[in-house]
């Protein structure tokens, strides 16, 4: 085995400290590069993802203006994509349980009991149980679709009525419905959670609800903001 490629092997997987960022940048960029890319640019973006021992200057100085520029010119969505990745890690580093990122649709009771119970236990669940033509039950799953992407580390989950193998305890009454537990413990029950808010209500105000009550952890991002962000740019 040649010695540059002992001295690569000998890298550290994930960098610490600004330099150290930017060599994981430049390293998912290589990996995240679309095969369309002419080689010239290809070979551009090996060299700025490999830093190796013996070349102390290249591995001291600065982003030079061709990287930038190199950076710059590339969609803005593999930056997302790596800052996602970097939260995911960290996630699973601190032990702070699975991600999830979207409302799962629960299809019967056993569903539901199964996911309050076997969840992780650091894993905050929230429940929307709603009916189809019930006032309010449409907007409250639009919020949590939203909600589900700002915090990942809560398992979001819906479930109609019927579906509850209980219907009688929730007519259209008492919905929409949300429930919030963890460990299996229930933390929240909210009957007919519309009454707190006005007429027209957002995804922040179901946000604030919760957090009034403590059952949301701190947001890492806001991935709906950058969704709309990157509204212009899907064709």
């Known amino acids: ?133 019930v006032k309010g039950c449409e907007q409250v799953n639009s919020c949590l679709d939203c909600l589900a992407s700002e915090y990942p580390s809560v398992k979001f989950c819906r479930i109609d009525a019927v579906a509850t193998g209980a219907a009688e305890r929730f007519s259209s009454e008492v919905l929409p419905t949300l429930l919030v537990y963890k460990a299996g413990e229930l933390l929240g029950n909210f009957l007919a959670v519309t009454k707190h808010f006005n007429e027209e209500f957002f995804a922040t105000d179901v946000e604030a609800f919760l957090n009034e009550y403590g059952l949301l952890p701190e947001k890492e991002f806001t991935a709906c903001a950058d969704e709309e962000d990157e509204g212009g740019d899907v064709e």
């Open 1 to 133: 085995m040649s010695g540059s490629i002992l001295e690569e092997d000998e890298l550290p997987a994930n960098h610490t400290g600004p330099k150290g960022v930017i060599n994981d940048w430049r390293r998912f960029k290589l990996d995240s590069v679309d095969q369309t890319v002419p080689q010239r640019r290809k070979e551009l973006l090996r060299q700025m993802s490999s830093p190796r021992e013996d070349d102390k200057e290249r591995v001291n100085r600065k982003m030079s203006v061709q990287e930038y520029e190199l950076i710059q010119e590339e969609d803005e969505h593999c930056l997302k994509r790596y800052r996602k990745n970097c939260m995911q890690e960290m996630h699973e580093r601190l032990s702070f349980g699975p991600t999830f990122e979207a409302v799962y649709e629960l299809e019967s009771g056993e569903d539901f009991l199964e996911v309050i119970e076997k969840e992780h236990r650091l894993t905050p669940v929230v429940v929307h149980i709603y009916q189809h033509g």
